[in-house]
């Protein structure tokens, strides 16, 4: 296997442990790492009027981003250093660390479990703690499902491909640039009193830096659904029509396309509804969705082995 190029053996190392060992203690994690830094910085920065959050934010997200930088670029070049099989897998354990494929599936299984037990109280607790940060308590176990399916196929993108996307881009620096910055608006993207201004650059810049890895996990459902006869052209229609109703210019291209292959309507509530008229979910449909998700993100590993394998040749 020498003639493989080393970026591909450490993708394959960390989807490996990614998938045996799933999620590193917070202690050793560094996205929990970004996450205390986020929260130090944005606790001392302004919180009133518009513009001293908004450039404190934007402070925060260009700053951080360049530590991020500098920290991936100095890895790299210090685990170099190390005998080739101990610079392989640390370097595929700070990748690992980017994204997640076990985790996701296991927090949509554990919905769907719930919901199987009747227990929709521990079903929305679940889906509110793992999930989404909307309201949960209130949801049917149909919307339960529904939201379920939404978080799995919009984290396929942002939990796995667009991390991944980034690391054949741009090695460790820019995956853990995009980490940082999807961190960044997970914290402070909300439109609150507090974190209007301050988290506006942060969404921003998330909007920006998901807008490929968006629309190829879009491509790639579609391309699984067309594969296994899945409605087929139905499903590209309805990822067509509705890929733009959603409030992000992303999250609505993997969620509609996933409400297109599945044959389902999605709906939140207030907000948007994808693959309308179509039948609503059931806990069942979770499963389905949850093999669609795996098999999507599965697909994405195997088109940037391809791509890293000829960048090499």
């Known amino acids: 296997m020498s003639y ?16 045996a060992l799933g999620e590193l203690p917070n202690a050793w994690h560094p996205v929990a790492w970004m996450g205390r830094l986020i929260a130090t ?12 959050p908004f450039v404190a934010g934007l402070v925060l997200v260009i700053c951080g981003a360049a530590l991020m930088a500098l920290v991936g670029y100095w890895l790299q070049l210090t685990l170099a250093r190390l005998p080739l099989p101990w610079d392989l897998l640390t370097q595929a354990l700070v990748l690992k660390s980017t994204f997640s494929i076990r985790a996701l599936a296991g927090a949509g299984s554990q919905v769907e479990a719930a919901l199987r037990e009747c227990d929709l109280p521990l079903a929305r607790k679940l889906l509110g703690w793992h999930l989404v940060s909307r309201d949960t308590q209130s949801l049917s176990p149909s919307q339960v499902a529904a939201a379920t399916i939404e978080s799995l196929a919009e984290n396929a993108s942002d939990g796995c491909v667009a991390p991944v996307f980034f690391y054949v881009v741009a090695g460790l620096p820019g995956t853990l640039v995009y980490r940082f910055i999807n961190t960044c608006d997970a914290m402070l993207g909300y439109r609150d009193s507090e974190r209007e201004w301050l988290g506006k650059a942060a969404a921003r810049t998330d909007d920006l830096v998901n807008l490929v890895p968006a629309r190829l996990t879009a491509t790639l459902i579609l391309a699984l659904g067309l594969l296994r006869g899945a409605r087929g052209l139905t499903a590209v229609a309805v990822w067509k029509r509705d890929r733009l109703a959603t409030a992000s210019p992303n999250a609505g291209h ?13 709906e939140k509530t207030g907000h948007y509804r994808l693959g309308a008229g179509q039948p609503l979910p059931e806990t069942l449909d ?4 949850l093999r669609l998700v795996r098999w ?7 088109l940037f082995s391809v791509i890293l394998f000829m960048a090499h040749t």
Do not use: F, K, Q, Y
Request: proline content about 8%; cysteine-free; charged content about 10%.
């Open 296 to 302: 999507t993100m599965l697909l994405a590993i195997a």
């Open 41 to 52: 910085l944005s606790r001392v920065s302004p919180r009133s009027g518009a513009a001293g």
């Open 4 to 19: 493989l190029p080393p970026e591909l053996l450490i993708l394959w190392l960390a989807v490996a442990i990614d998938l």
């Open 254 to 266: 993997p969620m509609s396309a996933a409400a297109g292959v599945l044959g389902l309507e999605l």
């Open 286 to 289: 979770i499963g389905r969705a």
